[in-house]
């Protein structure tokens, strides 16, 4: 059986792991301060906390922006509930809103959505696409928009907008407009989780990107104290000479990443461009294959002014049912090959629709989901399995429907 997504595990990992195990120091240490400074680098962004999940990294942010009660933070219908549900942990009210036909958000529909409880927005990069960052920017700077924002907090007040905040799980490696994922937003968040592009098995950092105004290493030491309960003095510091006596200057929480979380990064961010390169050729032979037949609708690619991380292969297939899908998945599984979807969009799920979320008021959203399918692609697929894996699909393809 060929799997989906298998972490990318080798020598060099368990070398890097080994060596970690062996200094004794396996909480947050060197090695993860040494992976911030290479993701800052990497992405041209001042300063990148790291924490164990896209999740907390997230949710970490909003709680230190001031998201609470009675606030709005507008989400696309298409995305995995993890970026709807921190804003239900803090409170506030997420605000869904359907995609356009590249998964991407719908800018037009933000707009209509945007009220004076809007403090953010969290824009999603499904499988590793950027979507149209300048859109949403041109928005929210609006003489219209800026005018009906009312902050509730110090660090609103200080932006005095709505804030975009990216969900760049998928996209670590993407590129907009020339620029980095990581870039693209006022902040952004990416996953290190084990089926990602870079993974350290659990993991995820913010990158700040805020305006000049904005003090960004006293907010990276904000947050870090958050991350740890809100003690001012991580194990580091806490590790010198004397420097055991420490404060709790807030209840925060306990998010931190370890040390060795931080050894596989390491390793995959020092070969992330072959990563990319690989993942980027296996979708172009994807892509030539399957616009070969008449039922498949294949993925953006790269553009002129956006180049995805090729995180993942979306493959659509015209004029068919979700049932017909969900057979279809069944029969390509049936020889060997593991395909999966991406995603469930969040009024399907039990616990938005209990909101009152209904899939009929996010027709795109629902469209794609049902007709797409999530093909292998990752750095380790031999070019004998993707063969094999475009040979199966297209069979299965021509025995079923129409291609």
């Not at 209840?251 to 070969?271: Q, Y």
């Amino acid at each position: 059986m060929i799997p989906f997504s298998p972490p990318r595990i080798d020598e060099d990992s368990i070398a890097e792991v080994v060596d970690t195990l062996r200094s004794g120091w396996i909480t947050t240490g060197p090695k993860t301060k040494q992976f911030e400074k290479e993701i800052s680098d990497y992405c041209g962004t001042p300063r990148t906390l790291c924490l164990n999940s896209w999740t907390a990294a997230a949710q970490l942010f909003l709680y230190w922006w001031g998201i609470k009660e009675g606030d709005e933070v507008i989400v696309p219908a298409y995305t995995y509930c993890a970026t709807a549900n921190i804003v239900h942990h803090l409170g506030a009210t997420p605000i869904i809103v359907d995609i356009k036909d590249d998964f991407t958000i719908d800018v037009e529909k933000v707009r209509r959505a945007i009220t004076s409880r809007t403090k953010a927005i969290i824009p999603v990069d499904i499988a590793g696409l950027p979507c149209d960052y300048k859109a949403i920017q041109d928005l929210v700077m609006e003489d219209e928009i800026v005018a009906l924002f009312n902050p509730g907090s110090d660090p609103q007040d200080k932006l005095g907008r709505i804030l975009i905040m990216g969900d760049a799980a998928h996209s670590f490696g993407a590129t907009y407009q020339s620029r980095m994922a990581g870039k693209f937003c006022d902040v952004t968040c990416f996953s290190f989780h084990a089926v990602k592009n870079l993974s350290t098995a659990e993991g995820g950092a913010v990158t700040m990107n805020l305006p000049n105004a904005f003090h960004t290493e006293q907010i990276y030491k904000d947050l870090n104290t958050l991350s740890l309960h809100g003690q001012n003095k991580d194990a580091l510091a806490k590790s010198q000479k004397g420097g055991w006596r420490y404060d709790v200057i807030s209840p925060g929480f306990k998010c931190n990443m370890t040390d060795i979380h931080a050894s596989l990064g390491l390793v995959e961010i020092k070969r992330y461009r072959g990563n990319l390169e690989r993942r980027q050729g296996i979708h172009e032979r994807y892509s030539k294959a399957f616009s070969a037949l008449p039922c498949c609708q294949i993925p953006v690619g790269m553009e002129e002014d956006r180049c995805p991380s090729w995180h993942l292969y979306l493959l659509r297939l015209k004029h068919i049912t979700e049932e017909k899908r969900d057979q279809l998945i069944i029969e390509i599984e049936n020889r060997g090959i593991s395909v999966n979807v991406h995603f469930i969009p969040l009024p399907m799920l039990t616990a938005y629709k209990n909101k009152g979320f209904d899939i009929k008021n996010f027709p795109v959203a629902y469209d794609n989901f049902s007709r797409v399918i999530s093909l292998p692609i990752y750095f380790q697929l031999t070019d004998e399995q993707v063969d094999f894996i475009i040979d199966q699909v297209t069979e299965v393809l021509k025995e079923h429907i129409d291609a």
